[in-house]
């Protein structure tokens, strides 16, 4: 079966922090992992997603997630967070295969 | 077992017909999605449900209807089906509600959809 975690259920920041948001897959086989945001009030949106190729991806609104398959991560990371980068963040294998997990609340204090 | 029930798995359409996709989750949950995978894409959303008798439109409504009219059901309705919805569709329900945290989300299997 194939599985995620995410280590952290809510993080609180200031602006202009440092963000990394833990994701760890557990299945082998084909690896497609997906970071999504929820907003308040919004649906889930894509962020950005791995399949293959180059681990380093990049996604919407200057985030990024490097695909370490040694350590089995696949961390979503931005230099320097905003207000508006308020929101949940789910980590995800392609759905259908596994239930997402609980996801980490971030909060970002102006 | 809990979760999401989605039925059929797979459908072959030719176009202008129509068809429902089921959806069934026996968690009690209040929030139901409908989304839509294309290939090498993410999740888009078509329509989604905050509880029975309460539905709205996501990302991509256009070709499809909805209707909650329990908790536990919650089906997609394509009327003149078009080569463009040819996808894999995944039904999604989530806890939650105005006193009550949001969970994580639970998929149902997808139902993998080609219209030809």
């Known amino acids: 079966a194939q599985s995620v975690s995410q280590h952290n259920h809510h993080v609180i920041l200031s602006e202009a922090a440092s963000l990394e948001l833990g994701c760890n897959y557990s299945y082998g086989g084909t690896v497609n992992l997906f970071w999504y945001v929820q907003y308040p009030g919004q649906h889930l949106q894509l962020l950005l997603k791995?399949?293959?190729?180059?681990?380093l991806v990049k996604g919407i609104k200057g985030f990024e997630a490097e695909f370490i398959k040694s350590k089995f991560s696949f961390n979503l990371r931005k230099p320097s967070v905003q207000w508006s980068d308020t929101a949940e963040y789910f980590c995800a294998p392609r759905a259908g295969k596994s239930t997402f997990g609980d996801g980490t609340t971030l909060t970002v204090k102006p | 077992n809990a979760g999401v029930t989605q039925t059929p798995k797979f459908r072959i359409l030719k176009i202008g017909q129509s068809m429902t996709l089921q959806c069934t989750q026996d968690?009690?949950?209040?929030?139901m999605y409908w989304y839509r995978q294309d290939p090498g894409m993410g999740l888009k959303l078509i329509y989604y449900s905050v509880g029975a008798g309460i539905t709205d439109k996501g990302e991509v409504p256009n070709g499809y209807n909805v209707s909650r009219s329990t908790t536990e059901d919650f089906p997609l309705r394509l009327e003149l089906a078009a080569p463009s919805q040819t996808s894999v569709y995944f039904c999604?329900?989530?806890?939650?509600?105005?006193?009550?945290?949001?969970?994580?989300?639970?998929f149902g299997s997808g139902t993998r959809l080609t219209v030809v």
């Open positions: 791995y399949f293959s190729g180059d681990p």
């Open positions: 968690m009690n949950h209040n929030y």
């Open positions: 999604a329900s989530r806890s939650g509600g105005a006193l009550r945290p949001l969970y994580g989300y639970t």
